[in-house]
């Protein structure tokens, strides 16, 4: 009775831990298969442990071409999203003006929309224009994309912030610039950070809008897509396996590192 | 706790009135309009003009070599309708089984991080946000050798004769599970359930603990705690997830494409296909039109529905 009883106590822990590793699960497998070699094209079946892979991590033609390219990509992107979305955010919580809710709706809206909608649509745009396909297509896209989320994400922060303190930097004769600069840009720092992390992620994936925008540019998700088609390298599973222990390694960090600040200015 | 928590803040809102108002220069009222300006022409060049690029291309008549012109050709609608309703229907169905899957599986998940996770909470976040840091088509590849013919998977569900079961409701065929639409479901919810599981995580993270103390203290058995306590108060995070991995599962095509097979397409996969390779332009755009329409309506009156407008 009593087993049965924490049992039915701990199902929720259960059910959460299995669904944890259907999450995990395709991160192994792809971390596994970085070590296969495959017989043919296509690298779903295991055969034997190699490390060729590893050690020629650009063996295959325009893969590192395309992963430089998605990373200059989702850098401009993240920029130029931060910027005008910090803009729109601080406008929106700070001022008052008119056609606000025209404002809200409009940046809702792109997230509201199935990427395919947003793409189809842009790509009308740029065929009546007659504009050649390509990186600047694909950035300007990114960039649309990726502003909603910034807004969000620097609004949130924008708006727990205590008004006071820039009055008491007002108070103390700072002016407009210097108020600005030392009181609320570190203040809304993290939610800024948040927004442009959540962009360069955003950025960096996407593929569908790429997909249809992107004209013969390849960036890494296209040439993943396009391997799926005539075969997949090994090296593709590299690549992924190091970005997932790149970006943990940074978030563990960023995490102890905040964990100690916490607990000097605690002493 | 820090020093800038202690204070209950006013919200900025209220304290803007505190700002001189008189004689506020006319510089000084612009300052909004010039922040706003560059991202809002941005969506507007971008985002809206787009739209009406595709409203006025899906009623254009032509060809790739003379060119399309607009001929107020509103047929178009209904003939792309007519010939790709199955894979309307069949979208949103997949988008809504994989939603329902992604709130069933992600649930106990948040529940587990808000309520249960005492010091391991952050670990068990990372691990829900970390496979986003490895490309999303990557990951889905990786499905393909975890449902391969004859893998693990398929072999435990035969012995279980689950795939009898689910082969006789027609979700998988011959004892596989790749090509079928267990498959794409799969896949869609795989890829969908940390949209899910975060919102959740944020809104029953706000849950005062002791609610449920206090309903156990009013001999509420977990059962009725769960119903009319954590329930109610998690339902921004329901419909939120909801409506983060519905909207972007109806118009998906990647999963339809590399875990299913021509009888599984989905309707991205149609607009796809018509504006990349048959490069029917007027077709496509109509489609994606009746997509977003759909979307829309769907999201609008789920949103009436729940009584939470003003989660926008």
């Known amino acids: 009775m009593r087993l049965l009883r924490s049992l039915r106590r701990n199902l929720v822990v259960i059910a959460g831990l299995l669904t944890l590793a259907c999450l995990v699960l395709p991160n192994?497998?792809?971390?596994?298969?970085?070590?296969?070699?495959?017989?043919?094209?296509?690298?779903?079946?295991?055969?034997?442990?190699?490390?060729?892979?590893?050690?020629?991590?650009?063996?295959?033609?325009?893969?590192?071409?395309?992963?430089?390219?998605?990373?200059?990509?989702?850098?401009?992107?993240?920029l130029g999203a931060t910027v005008l979305g910090t803009m729109i955010a601080f406008a929106l919580v700070r001022y008052r003006f008119r056609a606000r809710g025209a404002v809200n709706s409009l940046i809702f809206l792109p997230m509201a929309m199935p990427e395919v909608v947003m793409a189809a649509s842009l790509l009308t745009l740029f065929l009546n224009m007659g504009a050649e396909l390509g990186f600047l297509t694909v950035l300007i896209a990114h960039i649309m994309f990726c502003l909603s989320f910034v807004v969000t994400a620097v609004k949130a922060r924008v708006l727990s912030m205590d008004p006071r303190l820039e009055e008491a930097a007002r108070d103390l004769y700072a002016g407009p610039a210097q108020t600005f600069l030392r009181v609320t840009l570190p203040i809304a720092a993290p939610g800024i950070a948040a927004g442009a992390l959540l962009a360069f992620a955003l950025s960096f994936d996407d593929f569908i809008i790429t997909n249809f925008n992107a004209g013969s540019t390849v960036t890494f998700p296209m040439f993943v897509w396009g391997s799926a088609q005539r075969g997949t390298p090994v090296q593709i599973n590299v690549i992924g396996t190091a970005m997932f222990v790149i970006a943990v390694a940074v978030v563990l960090v960023g995490q102890l590192v905040a964990g100690r600040r916490r607990n000097n200015t605690r002493k | 706790m820090s020093a800038t928590d202690t204070p209950p803040a006013p919200p900025a809102e209220e304290a803007a009135p505190a700002r001189p108002v008189r004689g506020r220069s006319l510089r000084k009222r612009l300052v909004p309009y010039w922040l706003l300006l560059p991202g809002i022409l941005w969506l507007l060049v971008f985002f809206a003009l787009p739209m009406v690029y595709q409203a006025s291309t899906s009623v254009q008549t032509g060809s790739l070599e003379q060119g399309f012109r607009v001929t107020w050709h509103f047929r178009t609608y209904a003939d792309a309708f007519a010939d790709y309703y199955p894979q309307f229907v069949r979208s949103l169905l997949y988008a809504g089984t994989a939603t329902l899957l992604c709130l069933l599986l992600g649930y106990p998940l948040a529940y587990l991080i808000a309520f249960r996770a005492g010091r391991w909470r952050n670990l068990l976040l990372v691990l829900v946000i970390a496979p986003f840091f490895t490309s999303f088509l990557i990951r889905t590849l990786a499905w393909k050798t975890i449902l391969a013919d004859g893998g693990a998977v398929v072999d435990a569900l035969e012995g279980l004769h689950v795939l009898d079961v689910t082969s006789r409701l027609g979700w998988t065929e011959d004892?596989?599970?790749?090509?079928?639409?267990?498959?794409?479901?799969?896949?869609?919810?795989?890829?969908?359930?940390?949209?899910?599981?975060?919102?959740?995580?944020?809104?029953?993270?706000?849950?005062?603990?002791?609610?449920?103390?206090?309903?156990?203290?009013?001999?509420?058995?977990?059962?009725?705690?769960?119903?009319?306590?954590?329930?109610?108060?998690?339902?921004?995070?329901?419909?939120?997830?909801?409506?983060?991995?519905?909207?972007p599962a109806s118009g998906d095509y990647v999963n339809a494409e590399l875990l299913g097979s021509t009888d599984t397409k989905m309707v991205g996969s149609v607009i796809q296909s018509q504006f990349l390779r048959v490069l029917d332009y007027p077709t496509a755009a109509a489609l994606s039109f009746i997509l977003m329409a759909v979307v829309l309506l769907v999201v609008t009156v789920y949103i009436r529905r729940s009584g939470t407008e003003d989660l926008l």
């Open chain 2, 175 to 247: 004892n596989r599970i790749l090509a079928t639409p267990m498959a794409v479901v799969c896949g869609l919810t795989y890829n969908f359930l940390p949209f899910m599981i975060l919102p959740l995580y944020t809104s029953l993270d706000r849950i005062d603990p002791r609610l449920h103390e206090a309903a156990g203290d009013l001999y509420a058995t977990p059962a009725a705690t769960f119903r009319t306590v954590t329930l109610p108060l998690s339902m921004p995070g329901v419909v939120a997830g909801t409506l983060l991995t519905f909207i």
């Open chain 1, 28 to 78: 192994l497998v792809v971390t596994v298969f970085s070590f296969n070699r495959p017989n043919g094209r296509f690298n779903y079946a295991w055969q034997r442990f190699s490390l060729d892979a590893w050690k020629d991590p650009c063996g295959v033609a325009d893969l590192c071409g395309s992963l430089s390219l998605s990373l200059r990509i989702a850098a401009l992107a993240t």
